[in-house]
C-alpha cells in the first residue's frame, strides 16, 4: 500500500532555517509549497524535522537535492535525510445535484454511482491499511445544507460500507457547494488544531456546472490557501466544457491543487496516486 511521505531531516544545530530552492518550487505562493509538519527536539541537540515539499500542483517533490538547511544563513551538512510515511487528511466533497442521477452517453451508470465507485476505489486500493489516512465525506443534506457521510475514518473497510450504503433518494437541482466546501475546511482546520502531521487535502467531486458557483466560492478558496489546504477536483461527465474548467480551476489554482477529467471510476486513479505518492 503506497502512502503519502515525508522527508525527515536529522541534524546538530540550535537555530534552524529552511530555504526551498528547488528548481521548480522557489516562489512557494506560485509555484509550490513547502510544510513543516512535525519538529522534535526530544534529544536535543539533535533535532527532527518532518516537512512536505510539493510542487504548483500539490505532487510531491521525489528528488529533495533542491532543498537545503541553514543556520543562521550559513549552510549545514551535518544531517541526514530520509523518507518516512506521513499519511493523509482528505475530505472528499461530493457534489451532488440531480444531474447526478443522469447517465452520460449510452452507459449503464449514473454519475452518482460513477463517484461513488471512485471513493470506494480510494478506500480498497489506495487507502492505508495501517490506517494513517483519516479520511472525511461530505454529502449534500436534503436539498439544502450539508453534512458528513463519513468523518475521519481510518479503517478502509467501513470507509467502503458507508460509501457503498450511500443512496439519496433526493439530491438538490443546485447543490450548495460553499457550504459543503466550508464543511470540509472546518474538517481541515480542526486536523491542523491538533496539529496533525499528515498531508492535508480536499477533493471535490463534481460536474463543475450545476451548482453554486457564485462569488462565495472565491472566499472559500482564499480560507483554504490561507490554510494551505489543496483543493483538487474530479470532473464528472462524458465532457468538460470550458465553463466547467474555469469554476473548478477558480478553486484549485489559488489552493495549488489540480483538476482530472473523471468520465469512469478508474480515471481518478492518478489523483489517487499523487495523494498517496
Request: hydrophobic residues 50%; charged residues 20%; glycine residues 8%.
Amino acid at each position: 500500500m503506497i502512502q503519502r511521505r515525508v522527508f525527515r531531516w536529522v541534524g546538530l544545530f540550535l537555530v534552524i532555517s529552511l530555504l526551498f530552492a528547488h528548481a521548480v518550487g522557489a516562489q512557494e505562493a506560485a509555484d509550490g509549497r513547502l510544510r513543516i509538519t512535525g519538529v522534535d527536539a526530544a534529544d536535543f541537540p539533535t533535532v527532527r524535522l518532518n516537512l512536505i515539499a510539493t510542487d504548483g500542483q500539490s505532487q510531491r517533490l521525489a528528488d529533495p537535492a533542491g532543498l537545503t538547511l541553514r543556520e543562521a544563513g550559513v549552510p549545514v551538512t551535518d544531517f541526514t535525510l530520509a523518507d518516512v510515511p506521513a499519511g493523509l487528511d482528505v475530505i472528499f466533497v461530493l457534489d451532488a445535484n440531480a444531474a447526478m442521477f443522469s447517465v452520460d452517453d449510452n452507459g449503464s451508470q449514473t454519475r452518482l454511482s460513477k463517484a461513488t465507485a471512485s471513493l470506494i476505489r480510494f478506500a480498497t486500493q489506495y487507502m492505508s491499511l495501517e490506517e494513517q489516512d483519516h479520511v472525511s465525506v461530505v454529502v449534500p443534506a436534503g436539498v439544502s445544507g450539508s453534512e458528513f457521510l463519513v468523518q475521519d475514518e481510518t479503517r478502509p473497510g467501513d470507509l467502503s460500507d458507508a460509501i457503498e450504503a450511500y443512496a439519496p433518494d433526493i439530491l438538490p437541482n443546485t447543490a450548495p457547494l460553499p457550504d459543503l466546501l466550508s464543511l470540509a475546511l472546518t474538517q481541515a482546520a480542526t486536523y491542523a488544531a491538533a496539529g496533525s502531521e499528515r498531508f492535508p487535502a480536499i477533493v471535490l467531486l463534481t460536474d463543475g456546472a450545476e451548482s453554486d458557483w457564485g462569488a462565495a466560492i472565491d472566499e472559500i478558496a482564499a480560507e483554504a490557501q490561507a490554510g494551505q489546504v489543496p483543493i483538487l477536483a474530479l470532473i464528472l461527465g462524458a465532457r468538460v466544457d470550458e465553463t466547467e474548467l474555469a469554476n473548478v480551476t477558480r478553486l484549485t489554482g489559488p489552493t495549488l491543487g489540480s483538476a482530472l477529467h473523471m468520465p469512469n471510476a478508474p480515471d481518478a486513479d492518478p489523483l489517487f496516486g499523487q495523494l498517496q505518492a
